[in-house]
């Protein structure tokens, strides 16, 4: 049984008592992850599409998914903790979900907010009619809304930041559902990149910086909205083009409707995208993600090369990187360390014991390729320098001479507030050390990140420019594109208390904001 027990804030307390939320102090459930989005309109098969489509979009939230159809009258719904392939694996839980129009979300839930009630599309009976939404990205003034929100008589149900857009709606004084939706975005602060289902549409809308993706595509006369060009391939869909940042798509019985309904904004699309996050198979903003990954490992070999015999990537992720290095360096390119495919990304284990674990059950050093050489690693990213300790000490046991490891992005100095898992500024080594102190915490002989304006040039522009950056970079930087109002804000510390869950897995994460 569930029990409400609301309480004071006290940093000690356990999440599995009650849990006590301000951002800047809860170390779980917070209102924060990263995810996918789908969304399709006309089409008899409406749910099986979506299905196939959360399943390509897979990699950007693992922890749960949902999908909502709509058949002109009734909505259906179905939503579970757990991936695209175990809950819809059963042919007649999606026949269930009967309609020409559905929507679906994968959730990565960053903590111990893995909950079946936060588990999207979220769904509300307006007076305006039925509503569902799926949301990737993080409001940052989600927090102060719902603390208003709250206040008002609005009876929250999750923990998401999403619910926030809802209740807001639910409170417009607006008549259509699309009035509303602008109404409640109008006020929200932060990133979205949101499908929405009504009886007659779907809607889809990307926030006025478009930080994260959104892509609108065709398939036949069914017109499909979703986070990656990867999912309109899975379903033999044409891409058409992205949602633009600020734009709202309508889906309805007529076409595609675009409005314009905020005030237009330089955008600030998120460059850790290209370096990590999306499907290297995926196009965002006229560039292949792929061809993205190559061109800045090309020019880190420019900025930072290394004498050495041999390149070798950290898989997955490391590898078009490291293939773009190769290439400008003119050393060869041997795929040095296998990853075991039957694990999940080191992320997604949340506690530092597992995560320990799991980049040893993950990586394996192929010494064959190895021993006596002179190797230069390169990945992604370096965030706690859990992975990079452990395949240096790998590589040197498979006897490298010398380890130089290149990382294809600037060292990740702060928290992304805007959908994209990362650790507390206090746990990020690049917060810790300098790159040399880094370079000895994890063993290298060398370490190079490629620079910031480095970035910029191999993704086509001049440099970063101070005052108008192309992109939102502020995990590198720490220039953030919008208010971080929450984060700044202590006001009404202990105020909320939320419904304390045993989450399915039981696990907790430590993690605080800075
Ligand atoms: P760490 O081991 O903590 O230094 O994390 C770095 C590794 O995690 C890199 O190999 C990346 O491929 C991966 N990574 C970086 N950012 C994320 C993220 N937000 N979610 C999951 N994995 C990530």
């Given at each position: 049984?569930?029990?409400?027990?609301?309480?004071?804030?006290?940093?000690?307390?356990?999440?599995?008592?009650?849990?006590?939320?301000?951002?800047?102090?809860?170390?779980?459930?917070?209102?924060?992850?990263?995810c996918a989005?789908?969304?399709?309109?006309?089409?008899?098969?409406?749910?099986?599409?979506t299905v196939?489509?959360l399943h390509?979009l897979q990699?950007?939230g693992q922890e749960a998914c949902g999908i909502?159809?709509?058949?002109?009258?009734?909505?259906?719904?179905h939503r579970a903790l757990g991936q695209v392939g175990d809950t819809f694996?059963?042919?007649?839980?999606?026949?269930?979900?009967?309609?020409?129009?559905?929507?679906g979300h994968n959730r990565?839930?960053?903590?111990?907010?893995?909950?079946?009630?936060?588990v999207q599309?979220?769904?509300?009976?307006?007076?305006?009619?039925?509503?569902?939404?799926g949301?990737?990205?993080?409001?940052?003034?989600?927090?102060?809304?719902?603390?208003?929100?709250?206040?008002?008589?609005?009876?929250?149900?999750?923990?998401?930041?999403?619910?926030?857009?809802?209740?807001?709606?639910?409170?417009?004084?607006?008549?259509?559902?699309?009035?509303?939706?602008?109404?409640?975005?109008?006020?929200?602060?932060?990133?979205?990149?949101?499908?929405?289902?009504?009886?007659?549409?779907?809607?889809?809308?990307?926030?006025?910086?478009?930080?994260?993706?959104?892509?609108?595509?065709?398939?036949?006369?069914?017109?499909?909205?979703?986070?990656?060009?990867?999912?309109?391939?899975?379903?033999?869909?044409?891409?058409?083009?992205?949602?633009?940042?600020?734009?709202?798509?309508?889906?309805?019985?007529?076409?595609?409707?675009?409005?314009?309904?905020?005030?237009?904004?330089?955008?600030?699309?998120?460059?850790?995208?290209?370096?990590?996050?999306?499907?290297?198979?995926?196009?965002?903003?006229?560039?292949?993600?792929?061809?993205?990954?190559?061109?800045?490992?090309?020019?880190?070999?420019?900025?930072?090369?290394?004498?050495?015999?041999?390149?070798?990537?950290?898989?997955?992720?490391?590898?078009?990187?490291?293939?773009?290095?190769?290439?400008?360096?003119?050393?060869?390119?041997?795929?040095?360390?296998?990853?075991?495919?039957?694990?999940?990304?080191?992320?997604?284990?949340?506690?530092?014991?597992?995560?320990?674990?799991?980049?040893?059950?993950?990586?394996?050093?192929?010494?064959?390729?190895?021993?006596?050489?002179?190797?230069?690693?390169?990945?992604?990213?370096?965030?706690?320098?859990?992975?990079?300790?452990?395949?240096?000490?790998?590589?040197?046991?498979?006897?490298?001479?010398?380890?130089?490891?290149?990382?294809?992005?600037?060292?990740?100095?702060?928290?992304?507030?805007?959908?994209?898992?990362?650790?507390?500024?206090?746990?990020?080594?690049?917060?810790?050390?300098?790159?040399?102190?880094?370079?000895?915490?994890?063993?290298?002989?060398?370490?190079?990140?490629?620079?910031?304006?480095?970035?910029?040039?191999?993704?086509?522009?001049?440099?970063?420019?101070?005052?108008?950056?192309?992109?939102?970079?502020?995990?590198?930087?720490?220039?953030?594109?919008?208010?971080?109002?929450?984060?700044?804000?202590?006001?009404?510390?202990?105020?909320?208390?939320?419904?304390?869950?045993?989450?399915?897995?039981?696990?907790?994460?430590?993690?605080?904001?800075?």
């Open positions: 049984m569930l029990s409400l027990r609301p309480r004071a804030y006290s940093p000690r307390a356990r999440r599995d008592d009650a849990t006590l939320m301000h951002p800047s102090q809860a170390d779980d459930d917070t209102l924060r992850e990263k989005v789908f969304g399709i309109f006309g089409h008899a098969e409406a749910a099986a599409h196939l489509g390509a990699h950007r909502v159809s709509c058949d002109g009258e009734q909505f259906h719904a694996s059963n042919p007649a839980v999606v026949a269930m979900l009967r309609g020409y129009a559905a929507i990565y839930a960053t903590s111990g907010g893995t909950l079946l009630r936060n599309p979220l769904f509300a009976d307006l007076d305006a009619g039925g509503f569902a939404i949301h990737n990205g993080n409001l940052t003034n989600a927090y102060h809304l719902r603390r208003k929100l709250v206040r008002r008589g609005s009876l929250f149900q999750s923990t998401t930041d999403t619910e926030a857009i809802v209740h807001l709606m639910a409170t417009s004084t607006a008549n259509s559902i699309i009035d509303r939706m602008v109404d409640a975005l109008m006020q929200v602060e932060g990133a979205y990149s949101i499908v929405a289902l009504c009886r007659s549409a779907v809607i889809a809308v990307r926030d006025p910086l478009g930080v994260r993706p959104l892509v609108l595509g065709r398939l036949g006369d069914a017109h499909i909205v979703c986070s990656e060009t990867c999912a309109l391939d899975i379903i033999g869909a044409t891409f058409l083009r992205d949602v633009e940042p600020g734009e709202m798509v309508v889906l309805d019985e007529s076409g595609v409707h675009s409005y314009r309904p905020f005030p237009p904004r330089p955008s600030r699309f998120c460059v850790f995208e290209y370096i990590y996050f999306a499907r290297p198979d995926s196009v965002i903003g006229d560039h292949s993600v792929y061809a993205a990954r190559k061109r800045i490992g090309a020019e880190l070999a420019r900025e930072a090369p290394a004498g050495a015999d041999v390149i070798v990537p950290v898989p997955d992720s490391g590898v078009p990187a490291a293939i773009g290095y190769a290439a400008e360096s003119g050393l060869p390119f041997e795929l040095g360390i296998t990853r075991n495919h039957y694990v999940g990304r080191t992320f997604i284990e949340p506690t530092d014991q597992i995560r320990n674990l799991g980049v040893k059950l993950k990586h394996n050093a192929n010494a064959a390729l190895i021993d006596g050489k002179r190797v230069v690693l390169v990945d992604d990213s370096i965030v706690r320098g859990t992975t990079s300790r452990k395949i240096v000490q790998m590589v040197r046991q498979a006897g490298a001479r010398e380890v130089h490891m290149r990382i294809s992005s600037p060292p990740t100095r702060g928290p992304c507030f805007y959908g994209i898992d990362t650790p507390a500024k206090d746990e990020l080594l690049a917060h810790q050390y300098s790159v040399e102190g880094m370079r000895r915490e994890i063993g290298a002989d060398s370490l190079a990140f490629i620079s910031v304006d480095g970035l910029y040039r191999a993704m086509g522009k001049p440099a970063r420019d101070p005052d108008a950056p192309a992109f939102c970079d502020a995990c590198f930087t720490l220039d953030y594109p919008t208010a971080l109002t929450d984060e700044e804000s202590t006001e009404g510390q202990g105020e909320l208390s939320f419904l304390a869950e045993r989450t399915a897995t039981g696990r907790r994460r430590k993690r605080s904001l800075a």
